[in-house]
């Protein structure tokens, strides 16, 4: 079973930035795209970002275009997502995703999921 990990959160002020990790345990284990989504108390899981694992190709949710990046390093077999400019309303916790299909912005596009990383912004 492949188990995805995610590092890196923690209080941060407005403005200020995080890196978030999240290393996949099996690096032979079959996904076209890795994800991130957040979760905020109360509210449904939202798409973040995403990127196809092999060209590296990227797409972001319109709310963090601009100020988050995601990258992947295959040798490590871990992905990233650099958060900058960071506001109290991206506070939620963070979750990587992989799956073995080609659609990228549903909870239910993704095989895998991580436990989640806590990120909280203050203002």
């Known amino acids: 079973q492949v188990q995805l990990v995610e590092s890196g959160g923690g209080l941060v002020q407005a403005g200020g930035s995080l890196r978030l990790s999240c290393a996949a345990s099996e690096r032979t284990f079959s996904r076209s795209v890795m994800g991130w989504f957040r979760q905020a108390p109360g509210l449904e899981r939202e798409f973040v970002g995403a990127?196809?694992?092999?060209?590296?190709?990227?797409s972001y949710a319109d709310s963090v275009k601009g100020r988050f990046t995601i990258s992947r390093d295959n040798a490590k077999n871990t992905l990233y997502l650099q958060m900058t400019l960071l506001k109290p309303e991206d506070t939620a916790v963070y979750y990587c995703a992989a799956s073995r299909g080609l659609a990228i912005k549903n909870t239910t596009d993704y095989d895998y999921w991580g436990q989640g990383t806590q990120v909280t912004v203050s203002s």
């Open positions: 990127i196809s694992w092999i060209i590296g190709r990227t």
